[in-house]
């Protein structure tokens, strides 16, 4: 698995301030990757070595995620199988 990272732009958006701080520690908990973060009623989101499975768009979209794309064209993630 590789990583194409697009330093400049994320393509995932979070809320400045999270309301909802049950939904945001699962949130945290079923990233697969790891990359959300819950602090001072905040949500941090490191978007490189997103694996791009959708699993916080269908879990916090509307709430905590604004807004969920793929990264453009050469950026994200490179799964290789072998």
């Known amino acids: 698995t590789k990583f194409n990272t697009d330093n400049n732009h994320s393509h995932i958006q979070v809320t400045e301030n999270c309301r909802n701080e049950k939904l945001a520690a699962r949130l945290v908990a079923a990233c697969p990757a ?5 602090e ?3 949500v ?7 694996l791009e499975c959708g699993t916080c768009r269908v ?3 509307g709430e905590i995620i604004e807004s969920w794309e793929h990264p453009v064209d050469g950026y994200g993630v490179d799964y290789r199988q072998g």
Request: hydrophobic share 35%; aromatic share 16%; with cysteine.
């Open 34 to 38: 790891g990359l959300y973060k819950f």
């Open 40 to 42: 001072d009623g905040k």
């Open 44 to 50: 941090i989101f490191n978007h490189e070595g997103c």
């Open 59 to 61: 879990l916090a979209g």
